[in-house]
């Protein structure tokens, strides 16, 4: 009963590369976060969605953009991939109303940059 | 500003040993706060959440504002403990709020 897909596992790209980071939760969640995670620094938030169309910076926004057409699907572009851009990349989910009881995390893609 | 910080980034115990694992905050508001685990292998999960004040698989944890902390307790560790630990913070309001985490705490519960 998979909640949160990530579509890829895995992702091995060279340097300069675009690349897509697809995320599709089947929850009917308004909101929708990209967090990457690093040992020692925890998760740190990318860009989030409360909406279609709709999209707000993280914390670490630059090299990242993000895409939200539809409410189930919220992508990661990384318009010209670094090395520094190196992590495991996770996509959550929540509902957009009453009460806050955390998100709904996806399994998560390992991207290297090479 | 807003910030968690989890100051042990390996914690070692023996199976059946207390377990303690660090999470202080600062915020201005009124504190949300989480523990998320992430098993082996498995999908970053919430374990509990401070204003449910439960226990879950044995943990608690109790807000304490006067020391703006919210730390994880268990008084007997078992070896299925071993995983990532991440306190988070919740910032902003129930409805669009956002999570922030710590750096994260590797429990390792040794036989």
């Known amino acids: 009963d998979v909640k949160v897909t990530q579509s890829s596992r895995y992702l091995v790209k060279r340097t300069g590369e675009k690349v897509f980071l697809e995320c599709v939760q089947d929850?009917?969640?308004?909101?929708m976060f990209w967090y990457r995670q690093d040992p020692g620094l925890g998760l740190r938030l990318i860009y989030f969605?409360?909406?279609?169309?709709?999209?707000e910076k993280g914390d670490i926004p630059e090299g990242y953009s993000v895409s939200r057409e539809k409410k189930e699907r919220f992508s990661l572009i990384l318009e010209s991939a670094s090395t520094n851009q190196t992590s495991m990349y996770l996509c959550?989910?929540?509902?957009?109303?009453?009460?806050?009881?955390?998100?709904?995390f996806g399994s998560g893609t390992r991207l290297t940059v090479v | 500003a807003q910030r968690v910080t989890q100051p042990e980034k390996l914690l070692s115990v023996f199976k059946g040993a207390p377990v303690e694992l660090k999470c202080n905050y600062s915020?201005?508001?009124?504190?949300?706060l989480f523990w998320y685990v992430q098993y082996s292998r498995q999908r970053l999960q919430l374990l509990l959440r401070h204003i449910s004040r439960e226990s879950i698989k044995g943990f608690t944890a109790d807000l304490n504002k006067g020391e703006t902390s919210f730390h994880l307790k268990k008084p007997f560790a078992q070896e299925e403990d071993s995983a990532m630990y991440y306190c988070?913070?919740?910032?902003?309001?129930?409805?669009?709020?956002?999570?922030?985490f710590g750096q994260g705490t590797t429990l390792q519960v040794k036989p």
């Open positions: 915020y201005s508001g009124s504190p949300e």
């Open positions: 959550a989910s929540r509902p957009g109303q009453g009460t806050f009881y955390g998100y709904t």
């Open positions: 929850m009917d969640h308004e909101n």
């Open positions: 969605s409360y909406d279609v169309k709709m999209k």
């Open positions: 988070a913070l919740r910032k902003g309001s129930s409805n669009t709020g956002k999570l922030i």
